[in-house]
C-alpha cells in the first residue's frame, strides 16, 4: 500500500487547544508519517500509510468532521522519478564511455 494523502475539515477545530487535540488524535494512528494542521481553514492533513476511515474515526472524538480529499502523497513520487532519471542517466553516460574506450581500442590495434 502507497503512502496516501488525507485532507479533512475538521469543524470544532478553532483554536490552538482543539488543534493539539486533533493532531494528537491523529498521531496515534498507526502508519502516519506526518500531519500538518490549519486553524485559519479549519483543515488538517496527514500523510501516511494509514486508513483514511480510522483517521476520521479518531478525529470524530474531538468534533465534526468533513473529508475535503483522499489521494496519494504525490511530492515523494516527483523526488523518486527525479532520482531514478538521474541514476538513468549516470548509467547511460558510463556505458557511453565504455563503448568509446572499446572503439579507441580496436583503432589502436589496426
Known amino acids: ?7 479533512l475539515k ?3 477545530m478553532t483554536d490552538d487547544k482543539t488543534k493539539q487535540k486533533a493532531m494528537e488524535a491523529a498521531a496515534d494512528i498507526y502508519g502516519v508519517d506526518s500531519i ?9 492533513t496527514v500523510i501516511g500509510i494509514m486508513d483514511a476511515v480510522a483517521v476520521v474515526k479518531k478525529l470524530k472524538k474531538i468534533g465534526k468532521v468533513d473529508i475535503i480529499s483522499v489521494g496519494p502523497a504525490k511530492e515523494e513520487k516527483k523526488e523518486e522519478k527525479k532520482e531514478e532519471k538521474k541514476d538513468e542517466k549516470k548509467e547511460e553516460k558510463k556505458e557511453e564511455k565504455k563503448e568509446d574506450k572499446k572503439e ?3 583503432v589502436e590495434k589496426k
Do not use: L
Not at 1 to 7: D, G, L, R, Y
Not at 36 to 44: C, E, G
Open 1 to 7: 500500500m502507497a503512502q496516501q494523502k488525507v485532507v
Open 10 to 12: 475538521v469543524m470544532t
Open 36 to 44: 500538518a494542521a490549519d486553524v485559519k481553514d479549519q483543515k488538517i
Open 104 to 106: 579507441d581500442k580496436k
